[in-house]
């Protein structure tokens, strides 16, 4: 098996409306695929589904070879799927370094191993100085980064990031993205859902784009991105 | 087993009750709706109803037709002062309990319910007050029941309130606006409500029927500093039953509850009658959080 | 200021505050006097036990005062039914709060504030009526009477001394744990630290049962001191006291709730003799913290005693 996550025949339907549509697809590991499609097509829904966050009315999902389809979202942490969320969940009335200490002691680092860890987040990452602030006292922004390096306390076997360049400054779009260029090349896995497209380019050799909850296009970046159906989905509104 | 003629007792018995428990928790269900928060010192505005009508009634000599609406008032008022003080952290996010509405909203009205009780049973005295009746039949034959005539005046205010509090939710434009709050307070505020108003209202109009309450049935029981604790509990379970913030779930769970009631301690437990609502609540609350007619929304 | 150090000067405060109190009897033998000492200790373990809840793991419980009481009837049962000894009732009582708190809080771990509090107010009610009612196992209202086990105060006064310290030497060693770490995490936010890997079932219940064998530990020796064991014991207002010290001591802390739980306590008994209107007097103070010093007395005394920081 040489499938790092493998998704299968994945449905969710709220109500009438069909959110994701019998999605399939496989994420070897150290890949970094985009996830792209217009608001509403599904994304974060299947996210969900991916991280245990919500359960799936069919299919299956794989990690490692092995099914973890309705396993709880603390679960799948612990065996390596890191998930941040489109809107930002950090424990506001944490510093920010408990803020990472947390993910880094309940994923089983030692005491003083997560704090040199978070330390080196923290630096990594340019919101050391704010490091003994809470977490709510943060801008948007610094928020945002915080919750990206919750994700890295223990090096994931596959991150799923939900928006993470959403409402960011150029700089700190750049610190996220340099981080996870680095870091793909030490052969790290990542999901990226993004609705910046230059970067989606720039970052993500291999792209899936939805639409109504299906996958619309899946393959090599600029294929994708110039497939009809993909253009169609984008520019002619997603009527169908 | 039971007979018809019982039955049909214990079914207008029911509904009565049912009724009282509606007026007491619309209110209830209002500020969730509006606020998100339970008001657990709604017990207390039922009681200063009741002391307010007897005091009024009984020891000025004011008419009753003056009296009701007097306690009304006076519930009504208290509410308006008690959002005016103490809810307006809630939405303004004044300092750091905006991360902890929650928390804030339980112990200040868990707070003022024991200030209040607390007051007066100072001010007033701990004894049961007795109050004035409502009319002087003592026996009246309701359908297939019989009835203390106190029961049967209260529980026709109670109507004619309830379906004029039905009429204002529905058609003037303050009940509008508090419909439009309770679905989406933001939303609400961009198209020009003003949402601190409209909770200052719900507040006011929550006292305010729950003082009725209180006020009505006070020649049946008296008023005393405790006597709030029983009506909120009813009411938390109605809310819950009916779906919290829910106003027609809250009306229909309250003639539910009071049949289940009137029922239940005849064919299950008299001893443990008041368990029944409890156990409800809990078992809703774990299973069907949305109440009886309501739907879930989106966590993630 | 990070987590560690706060929580560790919390505790030598209260380590201060409790060598103070054990010190008091040199000075004050009035049998009155300790016996209100002897209450606001227990006061103190119940306020600190929530505090684990509401403060520490956001979980908004209604049902100290309940748990206390289902302590206090398991000593006061297991004594009257099967003649047991003192530190066997005792131990009885704990366990007994404890599993039914175990049970509870796995119930009703997925519900939040409003929710929760109806939740457990239900429950503390249902318990309360229950035990009120089976007239021919509890005697009801007129209560359960027990052989005390001695009746010398100033032994009582470091009995419930030594509980009150086990208990906060106890908190300490959670709370500084790891443990400490994800409650606060799940307070503040409960998906957020499951896509940590932190254990929710798992530490909420735990949580939960720690704070109730607590309760019911302080409310089991309760009903020796008092050599008999009503339902009054678990009255929602019992619960709105615990409530109001631990808001009015500083929720949150280690030191607030003991803090709390003897100045309300000992001051409403001297204000007894001013009428009795310190009930009056704390519910309008609970209201104001709460409104105005969210952190408590603790909170004040931390603010009073900061170096002005510069602005950041
Ligand atoms: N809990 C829910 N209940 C009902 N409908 C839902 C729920 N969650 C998602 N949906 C619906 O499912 C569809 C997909 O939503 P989703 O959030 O997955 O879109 P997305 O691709 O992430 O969009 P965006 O780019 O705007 O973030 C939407 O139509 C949304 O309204
Ligand atoms: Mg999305």
Redesign the interface.
Known sequence: MTSLLSVQGVTKRFGGLVAVADVTFDIAPGELVGLIGPNGSGKTTLLNIM?G?LSGDEGTIRLDGEPCTGL???RL??RGL??M?QLT???????V??NL???G???GLA?DEAKVRANGLLEELQIAHVR??DAGQLSGGQMKLL?FG?CF?RTPRLALLDEPFAAIHPTMKEIMSRFIRARHAEGQAFVLVSHDMPVIVELCPRSICMNAGRVLSDGKTSDVLTAPAVIDAYLGGAAA | MLSGALAADLAVNGLVTGLFYGLMAIGLALI?GVL???N?AHGEFYMVGAYAYTIIAARLGVPLFVALPSAFLFGAALGWVVER??MR?LYANI???G?MR???????T??????L???V??AIGPYAFRAPALVSASRVVVGPALMSGQKVAAAVVTLAALALIALFLRFSYWGRAVRAVSQNRLGASLAGIDATAVSSLVFALAGGLAALAGALLSPIINASPDVG?FPA?KS??IV?LGG?GSIPGAFVASLLLGLVESFGAVLVSY??R??FG??L??LF??FR?QGLFGERGR?? | ???DIRLRREFIATSLLLLVLALLPLAMRDVYWLGVLVVSAYFAILASSWNLL?GFT?Q?S?APAAFAMIGAYGAALSAAYYNVPPLIGLLIGTVSAGLIGLVLGR??M??????L???T???A??VR??AS?SINITRGDLGLPLEPWFNDRVIWFYVFLSALTFVICGLYLLLRS?AG??L??I???E??????????VFWKTAAFAISSAAAGFAGALYAYFASLVTPELGL??QT?LV??MT?IGG?GSLIGPVVGAFLVYVTSEWLRDV???Q??I???L??VF??LF?AGLWGLVITALAPRRKL?
């Open positions: 991280s966050n709880k979202p603390q942490a612990r890191m998930r969320f969940r950090i424990f506001p009335r944490m510093n370094l408990d200490l947390v993910s002691r309940a994923l005491a003994h602030l919750e919750c306390m | 969730f998100r928060i339970v657990f003080t103490l952290p300092g750091s309990w991360l929650d928390e804030y909203a339980v112990i200040v868990f707070g003022l319910s024991l200030l009780v607390n007051l049973d100072k604790a509990i938390y379970v819950v919290m001893q443990y008041d368990t409890l156990v609540l809990i609350l774990l959080p966590e993630v | 200021m990070s987590g509401a956001g908004f209604l119930i009703v997925r519900l939040r504030g409003p929710y509090a109806l939740t107010l239900s429950f009610e249902i009526l229950v009612n790891q770490l994800f606060e995490a307070r503040d936010d998906i957020a630290a499951a896509r940590s890997g932190v254990r929710i929602v207002q709105g409530v109001s808001v929720m009428g009795g209107w009930l009056v704390f519910a309008a609970v209201i709460a409104r969210r950041a």
